[in-house]
């Protein structure tokens, strides 16, 4: 016959086990989850540039483009304005420290730290060092204008200019 306190002990040894093992079980699964956390320092934390070229419409349209207006990408903060019979593409990015600047009647501001821009993209006042950069505009083989921000010019030179034909 076993007696009844034996019985007990054998009952919270067998809840103690238990425990035990949830308690492994945690570490266990912890221990995993650090670990994979872990591997994820082998891969590069980056992301797909995206393109620096991109196309703003047909090269027989480009007389469609307004000279009050500008066609604006706005995931490539970029704007598009005809000037006369010529096409100039305006990067909107801050030259100071890269934020988007706004298109205002005078020209361009940026709203981080108030650099303002003339209408050409030139600075006239703020902490931005330069002007907004000029993009290269040219025609695909397939007749598109493409936008190519690895083309860029200080505001108002010559070659940045696209001539309407
Ligand atoms: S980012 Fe434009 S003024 Fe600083």
């Known amino acids: 016959m076993v007696d009844a306190s034996l019985r007990r002990e054998k009952l919270e040894l067998t809840r103690r086990n238990f425990l035990s093992l949830i308690g492994w079980s ?3 699964v912890s221990g995993v989850a650090f670990g994979l956390m872990g591997l994820r320092y ?3 934390n980056t992301s797909a540039a995206p ?3 991109f196309t703003i419409g047909r090269a027989a349209d480009a007389a469609n483009f307004s ?23 305006i ?19 940026c709203p981080c730290h ?10 006239y006042a703020g902490p931005a ?19 190519d ?5 200080a505001p108002l030179t010559p070659a940045a200019y696209y001539h309407i034909t």
């Open 26 to 28: 945690v570490l266990q």
């Open 129 to 147: 060092p330069r002007g907004l950069r000029w993009l290269g505009i040219a025609v695909t083989p397939a007749g598109n204008l493409q936008v």
């Open 51 to 53: 393109p620096t070229k």
């Open 114 to 123: 108030g650099s303002k821009y003339d209408q050409n993209g030139n600075v």
């Open 91 to 109: 990067w909107l990015k801050c030259q100071h420290l890269g934020c988007t600047v706004k298109i205002v009647p005078t020209g361009y501001n």
């Open 149 to 153: 921000k690895g083309e860029q010019y």
């Open 67 to 89: 000279e009050t207006v500008p066609y604006v990408d706005v995931a490539q903060r970029t704007a598009v304005w005809r000037r006369g019979n010529t096409l100039i593409a």
């Open 42 to 44: 082998f891969w590069a």
